[in-house]
């Protein structure tokens, strides 16, 4: 079936880790998208990309990194730098953008919990 | 600043009745706006995607309606089922530099009870 595959779903990182979140789209979407959800509040871009070899820096961007290497593909890793990692993560993608608007598709979401 | 608000922020209603969540922006300028629905831990599911031109579309049970002058979207769930429990999110985009921008609500939590 064609979609988003986020994982791993629940992950546990200890203070002063790197960790990575996987997405991986067979929908042969252009555009890919991170977001972070903390309860009672919208989600927030944290990266976005619209082609293959780019990316660009949503709203809160410090302390993650992506790559795009891939257009099935495109990894978030939380660094150490991101002092409150503990949220639920999202991953979507979409055709290119279009002033008509097109469909965004989701993940499952990861959960990232720090310990 | 772009925003958008939904109200209310949790609603219970009875297995089979109606119910009418609301959603207020003030992004600008206007693409579109759509309507999402989220079951707790899992990924947003899209129920409706309406233009500037369109003021009102269903999707099944789900009855979205827009209103572009007073910037006030609304989505009306007819005869709810326990399946219906979850969160519904209001997201209205902007288009620029070739790319939609998302502005996203912070959800209505609905639950339905037998």
């Known amino acids: 079936d064609g979609g988003i595959t986020q994982s791993p779903k629940y992950l546990f990182r200890k203070e002063g880790q790197n960790v990575t979140l996987s997405c991986e789209q067979n929908l042969n979407h252009d555009a890919m998208y991170w977001y972070r959800q903390d309860p009672g509040q919208g989600l927030r871009l944290i990266y976005y990309?619209?082609?293959?070899?780019?990316?660009q820096k949503g709203d809160i961007a410090e302390g993650y990194s992506v790559s795009r290497e891939k257009k099935e593909s495109f990894p978030l890793t939380v660094t150490s730098a991101q002092k409150n990692p503990t949220a639920f993560y999202l991953c979507?993608?979409?055709?290119?953008?279009?002033?008509?608007?097109?469909?965004?598709?989701f993940g499952e979401g990861s959960w990232l919990t720090v310990v | 600043k772009n925003q958008v608000e939904q109200s209310p922020q949790s609603l219970i209603i009875l297995e089979g009745k109606n119910c009418t969540l609301q959603c207020n922006y003030t992004v600008s300028p206007f693409s579109n706006l759509r309507w999402y629905k989220q079951d707790t831990g899992r990924g947003p599911v899209s129920l409706t995607i309406m233009t500037f031109s369109e003021n009102t579309k269903s999707n099944g049970r789900y009855t979205a309606t827009l209103d572009a002058d007073t910037k006030q979207s609304s989505l009306h769930i007819t005869a709810s089922q326990l399946s219906d429990s979850a969160s519904y999110i209001c997201v209205v985009s902007f288009f620029s530099g070739g790319y939609n921008k998302l502005i996203f609500g912070a959800g209505t939590r609905l639950a339905v009870h037998p």
């Open positions: 979507a993608s979409s055709t290119h953008g279009s002033p008509s608007g097109n469909t965004i598709y």
């Open positions: 990309s619209q082609i293959v070899n780019d990316f």
